[in-house]
T-cell receptor, first 117, second 114 residues
Framework: AQSVTQLGSHVSVSEGALVLLRCNYS??????LFWYVQYPNQGLQLLLK??????LVKGINGFEAEFKKSETSFHLTKPSAHMSDAAEYFC???????????????FGAGTRLFVKA | DTEVTQTPKHLVMGMTNKKSLKCEQH?????MYWYKQKAKKPPELMFV???????INESVPSRFSPECPNSSLLNLHLHALQPEDSALYLC?????????????FGPGTRLTVL
């Protein structure tokens, strides 16, 4: 079975500082990995995804993540935090396609990012 | 247009009421999803529709009844709900093709059951 663990339910950084949100996964097959962001009272927005190929993935809003198979990690980083980055971030893994179509995305518990002025 | 719309934004209902949530997308996606999200928790999958047919039901109580009348619309009919059903209900859509496809989420309906 696949699962995702996000280390730290809350992360606080100063504006301009490095953002590092940690995600470890468990999967018996090569995983598809995702990071989503959720702003208050909104739905989820895809930040980036890893499927195959290059292990360093660049996403929107200056975020990037690196897939490290040996460490079963997919940590999210941003060199310089902005106040607008304050939100909930979810790491997710996606298993095989269902035979009947569609798929199930397994989300981590989420990490709330606070950005201090 | 990569938008998934949901109506209403907020809904308050009593335990004896019948109400419906609506979701719409015009991206040509043939897979649509309902998720339930409790406060400070990740989304939990409820239902998956593929080509307008129910493909996944994650053991959801029968007081939640999904319906996909056409390829652009997804409804969630609610009846005899419990206070613990209060949550944010998210709709999403995607292509039916591979697990790598992007899933687009709507803004959600905030449901309160009194």
């Amino acid at each position: 079975a696949q699962s995702v663990t996000q280390l730290g339910s809350h992360v606080s950084v100063s504006e301009g500082a490095l953002v590092l949100l940690r995600c470890n996964y468990s999967s018996s097959v090569p995983p598809y990995l995702f990071w989503y962001v959720q702003y208050p009272n909104q739905g989820l927005q895809l930040l980036l995804k890893y499927t195959t190929g290059a292990t360093l993935v660049k996403g929107i809003n200056g975020f990037e993540a690196e897939f490290k198979k040996s460490e079963t990690s997919f940590h999210l980083t941003k060199p310089s935090a902005h106040m607008s980055d304050a939100a909930e971030y979810f790491c997710a893994v996606r298993p095989l396609l269902y035979e009947s179509g569609g798929f199930k995305t397994i989300f981590g518990a989420g990490t709330r990012l606070f950005v201090k002025a | 247009d990569t938008e998934v719309t949901q109506t209403p934004k907020h809904l308050v209902m009593g335990m004896t009421n019948k109400k419906s949530l609506k979701c719409e997308q015009h991206m040509g996606h043939r897979a649509m999803y309902w998720y339930k999200q409790k406060a400070k928790k990740p989304p939990e999958l409820m239902f998956v529709y593929s080509y307008e047919k129910l493909s996944i039901n994650e053991s959801v109580p029968s007081r939640f009844s999904p319906e996909c009348p056409n390829s652009s619309l997804l409804n969630l009919h609610l009846h005899a709900l419990q206070p613990e059903d209060s949550a944010l209900y998210l709709c999403a859509s995607s292509q039916v093709g591979a697990s790598t496809d992007t899933q687009y989420f709507g803004p959600g309906t905030r449901l309160t059951v009194l």
